[in-house]
């Protein structure tokens, strides 16, 4: 693969994202449909996308999701194992095409439906009989002024309109749309409901391919550390059947990592094996030599992340990507970019940098799917709680097992911020919202340089460099001046 080709002479200095901006060329590529946006790293994702191995951020209902519109999610490595294998097998277990219902009984109170609310985008509880067939469904409207005791069954819009299972989207989509409904539970022969669908669920489940295994069940990621016995812990996601294994640390160009990257390849893991953080080809190379199939890159400029206000390390991201990615590719390896992007064209700029795919955190901590809860701020608006994997709380997290003397110790050092509010987006709240405007813009941006798909859109991309005002020029403006 060629590099990245510079407007006018190749930079001196180091590069953000926010530093270039790509020009159009000549192109044959007549819609942004027409271009295929797969990764071709292995990983088996059908979009260039892969949510963050964070623990605000990457859970059951997030790697679900993502999956099904042809991303990945990777679980953190703090997650226990035994937990780790149980996540695996419920996201394998999900339908490729219909949403996981949250559901409840009728005698189950209004406070309980707006607790779950919030844990899902479709924002409905459907309401089941004994049998597990559905009765009525509840959303926040329903909800606004009723007692928090109050039952499901005073409340519900009762005897909803469902699907049968098996209903091909496009006629989901006719059948909701002609009905006047939003969404409506998928209920199988026997009555029982097993998942819910909305019309815009119809519609992106014939605009995305889902990431699938061999068995046609959806992928999902786990990582491990390089403290402890790595072997051990590896062996045990490869048994749960993770997709692909990260091996993960802030500084991934240390003989640790490459013990790590040792014992784990000597597993002859049939997944692809990831392995980062580094910004040099000088790290991607001894990754790969030590048994990486693909890269991390990127030191500090994640959201999170203080570790270039606290130690001064770090590298740009466009020029760590472009650096690293020329490096692997001459390797037969591959790199995702990982941090630092707060807009679609940052995505399109990384993968057009030579990144085979995207890591995102922070940005999709804030959506309906990551971890935890929805909490609300004096102005009404709804939030979740994101931190740093070497926060203090993260650290925290993976100590717990040690002693008193040493959790003191280790909470000395941190690099990262441990509590920060990512706010939902009121018109993006899901984080499938935030992949329709993410893949909208990386499909536009393979058209303007003439690319049917993601190795020609690394050759093809002419980049120039910018200053602060040309980027401020690409603003939008939502109200006159």
């Not at 270039?20 to 059908?46: H, I, K, N, W, Y």
């Not at 045990?236 to 013990?259: I, N, P």
């Amino acid at each position: 693969m060629e590099d990245v080709r510079f407007l006018n002479d190749t930079p001196a200095t180091e590069l953000t994202y926010s530093d270039v901006f790509m020009v159009p060329a000549r192109s044959a590529v007549g819609s942004r449909l027409d271009v295929d946006l797969a990764t071709r790293d292995g990983s088996g994702a059908t979009i260039p996308l892969i949510a963050a191995n964070m623990t605000a951020v990457s859970g059951r209902r997030m790697a679900e999701t993502i999956a099904r519109r042809g991303g990945l999610a990777i679980l953190p490595q703090d997650i226990p194992a035994d937990v780790v294998g149980d996540v695996v097998a419920w996201v394998k277990g999900r339908d490729l095409v219909v949403d996981t219902a949250l559901t409840l009984g009728p005698a189950d109170t209004v406070g309980e439906a707006l607790a779950l609310l919030p844990k899902r985008a479709h924002g409905a509880v459907v309401v089941v009989d004994a049998a597990g067939a559905p009765v009525g469904v509840v959303t926040e409207a329903d909800c606004a002024g009723a007692d928090r005791f109050a039952q499901l069954a005073t409340v519900m819009s009762a005897d909803p309109f469902t699907l049968p299972a098996g209903t091909p989207p496009a006629m989901a989509f006719d059948l909701l749309h002609s009905g006047r409904h939003r969404l409506a539970p998928v209920v199988a022969a026997s009555g029982e409901c097993t998942g819910i669908m909305t019309r815009t669920g119809a519609l992106r489940a014939t605009l995305y391919s889902p990431a699938v295994d061999a068995r046609g069940r959806l992928r999902i990621g786990a990582a491990v550390g390089v403290n402890g016995d790595v072997a051990a812990k590896a062996k045990q996601l490869l048994d749960a059947e993770v997709d692909v294994l990260v091996v993960d640390t802030a500084h991934g160009h240390q003989e640790k990592m490459l013990s790590a990257l040792r014992a784990v390849r000597a597993l002859s893991p049939p997944v692809p094996v990831v392995a980062g953080n580094v910004v040099t080809a000088a790290g991607v190379a001894d990754l790969v030599a030590a048994g990486a199939d693909i890269v991390k890159v990127g030191v500090g400029p994640g959201a999170m992340c203080t570790t270039r206000m606290m130690t001064g390390v770090g590298r740009p991201q466009f020029s760590a990507v472009l650096e690293c990615s020329a490096a692997a590719a001459g390797l037969g390896a591959h790199v995702w970019a990982d941090g630092g992007v707060r807009h679609p064209r940052d995505v399109a700029l990384a993968l057009a940098a030579g990144a085979s795919a995207v890591m995102i955190g922070s940005w999709f901590a804030g959506t309906y799917e990551s971890p935890g809860d929805a909490f609300r701020d004096p102005s009404g608006k709804l939030y979740k709680e994101s931190f740093g994997m070497a926060s203090a709380r993260a650290v925290r997290g993976r100590t717990a097992a040690d002693s008193a003397y040493e959790r003191a110790r280790k909470a000395l050092f941190e690099e990262g911020i441990s509590s920060a509010r990512m706010y939902l987006d009121p018109v993006r709240p899901g984080v499938e919202d935030l992949l329709d405007m993410i893949v909208a813009g990386v499909r536009s941006s393979c058209t303007y340089a003439g690319a049917p798909d993601l190795p020609s859109f690394a050759e093809r991309a002419v980049v120039g460099v910018q200053s602060a005002s040309g980027y401020t020029e690409g603003m939008p403006v939502p109200t006159s001046w």
